[in-house]
């Protein structure tokens, strides 16, 4: 028999304890930036400068910080589930928790791709986007295509083009296990929806969370400390 299906669906809570800050906590990003400034494709076309400083300082920031225990419990799933990260996050610490499916749904800050280049279906024309590790971009840096580069990010008013992949994990998913995300920022918060009748969902937040289903069972904790409660609950099944 194969493994279980487990879907992993993370946002910002996920690597606080790695000290990245979330979006809409008490001295979130989002107090301190204006989302339409910096995270809208309305302001790329304002002030594209401006986004290109606060993702240099993300990138810059992101080199700095490694990945915490919840980052690494999710990854050691794997040992005995079929494991799926579906993140909300473009930090990279999944990956250097070792997880080894993971689906971006908001890009990537390590990536960086021309700006005439959409996010398509088929997963952001692959063959455009450059890794650029902790590095910085500025207004001039151009693709060989002659493009402005920007960051392989999806923007507000941006399509999602991994959704769809998303939709058919959670679909598929024998459990869900949702850590870190405060379920305000659509597609993405709708993605429990598609989860089966019978499925458990399991969610780690030390905060309430703001949906309420039968399936739902709240783990209220930090996501390092929640993950050892979700451990144990999956032995004594
Ligand atoms: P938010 O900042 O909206 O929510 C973070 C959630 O993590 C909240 O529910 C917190 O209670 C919880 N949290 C805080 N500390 C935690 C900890 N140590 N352990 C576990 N949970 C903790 O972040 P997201 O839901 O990820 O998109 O935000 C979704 C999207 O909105 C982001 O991907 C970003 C943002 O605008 C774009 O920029 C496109």
């Given at each position: 028999m194969?493994?279980?299906k ?16 979330t979006f809409?906590?008490s001295?979130?990003l989002?107090?301190?930036?204006r989302?339409e400034d910096?995270?809208?494709i309305?302001?790329w076309?304002?002030n594209?400068g401006?986004?290109?400083d ?6 810059r920031?992101?080199?700095?910080v490694?990945?915490?225990?919840a980052?690494?419990?999710i990854?050691?799933?794997?040992k005995?589930?079929d494991v799926?990260?579906?993140?909300q996050n473009v930090d990279?610490l999944?990956?250097?928790a ?8 908001h ?13 398509d279906?088929d997963g952001?024309s ?5 890794d ?5 971009i500025?207004?001039g840096?151009?693709?060989p295509?002659g ?7 999806v ?8 959704i ?10 024998g459990?869900l296990l949702i850590?870190?995300t405060?379920?305000?920022v659509?597609?993405a918060?709708?993605?429990?929806r598609?989860a089966?009748y019978?499925t458990p969902i399991y969610?780690?937040?030390p ?6 289903d039968?399936r739902?069972?709240?783990?209220r904790?930090?996501a390092?400390?929640g ?8 032995k004594?099944?």
């Amino acid at each position: 028999m194969g493994k279980k299906k487990l879907v992993v669906l993370t946002g910002a809570g996920v690597s606080a304890e790695s000290g990245i800050s979330t979006f809409r906590d008490s001295n979130g990003l989002w107090e301190n930036y204006r989302v339409e400034d910096v995270a809208s494709i309305e302001g790329w076309y304002r002030n594209p400068g401006l986004m290109l400083d606060f993702y240099n300082t993300r990138r810059r920031e992101l080199g700095t910080v490694k990945p915490n225990a919840a980052h690494i419990a999710i990854a050691e799933l794997e040992k005995e589930y079929d494991v799926t990260v579906v993140t909300q996050n473009v930090d990279n610490l999944h990956e250097r928790a070792g997880s080894t499916r993971i689906i971006h749904l908001h890009g990537e800050l390590t990536k960086v791709r021309p700006e005439d280049r959409c996010n398509d279906r088929d997963g952001f024309s692959e063959e455009s986007v450059f890794d650029i590790g902790y590095g910085e971009i500025h207004i001039g840096d151009l693709a060989p295509d002659g493009a402005q580069l920007r960051p392989h990010i999806v923007w507000f008013g941006e399509a999602v083009p991994k959704i769809e992949m998303a939709i058919n994990a959670v679909e598929r998913a024998g459990i869900l296990l949702i850590v870190g995300t405060s379920l305000q920022v659509y597609p993405a918060a709708g993605l429990f929806r598609y989860a089966g009748y019978d499925t458990p969902i399991y969610i780690i937040d030390p905060k309430d969370v703001p949906v309420s289903d039968p399936r739902i069972t709240h783990i209220r904790n930090v996501a390092t400390k929640g993950m050892e409660d979700f451990k144990k609950i999956l032995k004594s099944k």
